[in-house]
């Protein structure tokens, strides 16, 4: 053999074994449960194998289960920052990132149960200027408004003229002025941010507070989620309890830089702990701030223009038997699936950058957990957003 290609076949070699390092550095080994385990069993299961992930270093974050209102498992493991001193608990505040979105529909509903808008009203009727015809609340709120997902794109296009930070006026604004609809309203449905963000819009101006005023006093501080709360960088300081995002990589964890754009709301902003979320999942089968009638809207499955039907609802995913949502925004992955039958819910939350693993983590979960879940979401599909 040549000294050329005895050099090829070791530079080969050694790049079989970087790709195997790298692609075994993003698995995660199975939930071992016995098919007939009790549930105590399965959740003892996913209780030892989150521990083990973690000090793996391929999970810092918590899983909640949750059943008839009664916790079976809230599990944390890992750390509030990139500094590693403070350990993540129950009352640690995640970033949600599109998780965050079932919370600003909930805005909507309690402003529909208040009497100060429709679902069914013109957004032009709350957003003075608003170009787009026939597009109504209920459009935005189920991702069927034809308006683009480009409120990112326009931003960075008009930097100069946006200042220092990107806010919900300013998209607003943006839209208004440069976005053009892709499709008629009720044609089809396309994930967009930039619908939640003018959602966001909507309840600033129709309250008349800012968005986060107003889910603090009309839905957190009534429910008594006290760890949770709207945060982007209007916000002046982070809550005691606010996990920040971080890159981990083995031992090594650096801090994201928060940019310019996380000055909106709506898509995301939304920081929640697992013991809040206790509570959310409650608030959808019943509360006194939203009507029973206005809570099941958010998971009928909405008639397009040619007849069919959308798989979203108001800020949810719709399946058979699952509502579900995740999203990822820095270093945030996050989950959270309802199963009204069964009256479960699974929430799985990450702060480390773990998006290659965040699929398998959930779908290990949801698998050892089937038996109470009564059926997993099928995240083999496209993510709702990442």
């Known amino acids: ?25 993003f698995q995660v080994g199975p939930v071992t449960v016995a098919s007939d385990a009790s549930e105590a069993e399965r959740i003892a299961a996913v209780d030892r194998w989150i521990d083990e992930l973690f000090e793996k270093f391929k ?18 493991c890992g750390f509030t920052d990139h500094i590693a001193t403070q350990r993540l608990n129950e009352h640690s505040a995640f970033q949600l990132a599109s998780v965050s979105k079932q919370f600003t529909a909930a805005g909507i509903l309690r402003l529909a149960e208040m009497g100060l808008l429709e679902l069914d009203d013109p957004v032009a009727n709350h957003l003075d200027g ?26 960075k296009l008009h930097r100069k003229s946006i200042g220092d930070v990107l806010t919900t006026t300013k998209v607003v604004e943006l839209v208004k002025h440069y976005s053009k609809a892709e499709s008629a309203p009720g044609d089809l449905m396309e994930y967009s941010n930039t619908n939640y963000v003018l959602l966001a819009g909507i309840v600033e101006t129709v309250s ?10 009309e839905l957190f501080q009534p429910l008594g989620m006290n760890d949770t709360r709207v ?17 981990q990589f083995g031992t ?16 995301g902003a939304v920081f929640c702990s697992l013991n809040d979320f206790v ?27 040619d007849g069919t ?45 773990n998006y290659f693993r965040s699929k398998k983590i959930v779908n290990e979960i949801e698998n050892a957990l089937q038996k109470s879940t009564t059926g997993a979401a099928n995240l083999t599909e496209p993510e709702i957003n990442v």
């Open 252 to 267: 090594k964890r650096l801090p994201h830089t928060i940019p310019w754009l996380d000055g909106v709301a709506g898509d």
């Open 130 to 155: 608003f170009t787009f015809e026939n597009v109504t609340v209920r459009h935005l709120l189920n991702h069927t408004s034809g308006i683009p997902d480009e409120y990112m794109k326009l931003a």
């Open 208 to 217: 008349g507070v800012s968005f986060e005023k107003f889910m603090s006093e």
């Open 309 to 353: 039907k959308s798989d979203y609802g108001l800020g949810w995913g719709i399946e058979q038997k699952c509502h579900w949502h995740n999203g990822g925004w820095l270093g945030a992955t996050t989950y959270i699936a309802r199963y009204p039958e069964s009256r479960c819910c699974v929430i799985v939350l990450d702060n480390s950058s």
């Open 1 to 25: 053999m040549s000294t050329t290609a005895m050099i090829l076949a070791g530079l080969a070699i050694v790049a079989c074994g970087v790709g195997y390092y790298i692609y075994s550095w």
């Open 279 to 305: 509570i959310w999942d409650q608030f959808w089968y019943g509360n006194p701030l939203v009507s029973d009638a206005l809570l099941q809207e958010a998971f009928k499955c909405p008639k397009l223009n």
């Open 59 to 76: 999970f810092n974050g918590g899983v909640l289960v949750v059943r008839n209102g009664k916790v079976r498992l809230s599990k944390t």
């Open 231 to 247: 945060w982007n960088l209007l916000s002046g300081e982070r809550s005691p309890n606010q996990a920040s995002d971080f890159l």
